[in-house]
Nanobody, 124 residues
Framework: QVQLVESGGGSVEAGGSLRLSCAAS????????MAWFRQVPGKEREGVAG???????TYADSVKGRLTISKDPTKNTLYLQMNSLKPEDTGKYYC??????????????????WGQGTQVTVSS
């Protein structure tokens, strides 16, 4: 059974940093596409960062240059390093996973497995 457990969320001031982690069990982070999604109340869950084939990455325009997605196969964990945070980054962040690769790494429909989410709140 696949389990994805996020951690690392919290409350920070604008300009601050956080690192989110997604620990996987029953699933191997290597060789599969994974992503981070953000959801705010009343809006659809949107992709912010994804890992595609051979470790290449893709980002939503709103987070480029500030957020970095990465994997550590030795820990079977996905990360999201968040720097220069803005109030509009506020939301619940979800880790998403699938079997195999996808070139549509920021599309919700591509993923079968989801974590429970971790809240990020950025104050101005």
């Amino acid at each position: 059974q696949v389990q994805l457990v996020e951690s690392g969320g919290g409350s920070v001031e604008a300009g601050g940093s956080l690192r989110l982690s997604c620990a996987a069990s029953g699933y191997t982070v290597s060789g599969n596409s994974m992503a981070w999604f953000r959801q705010v109340p009343g809006k659809e869950r949107e992709g912010v960062a994804g890992i595609l084939l051979y470790g290449s990455t893709t980002y939503a325009d709103s987070v480029k240059g500030r957020l970095t997605i990465s994997k550590d196969p030795t820990k079977n964990t996905l990360y999201l390093q968040m720097n220069s945070l803005k109030p509009e980054d506020t939301g619940k962040y979800y880790c998403a996973a699938r079997r195999g690769w996808s070139f549509r790494a920021l599309s919700r429909d591509e993923y079968n497995y989801w974590g429970q989410g971790t809240q990020v709140t950025v104050s101005s």
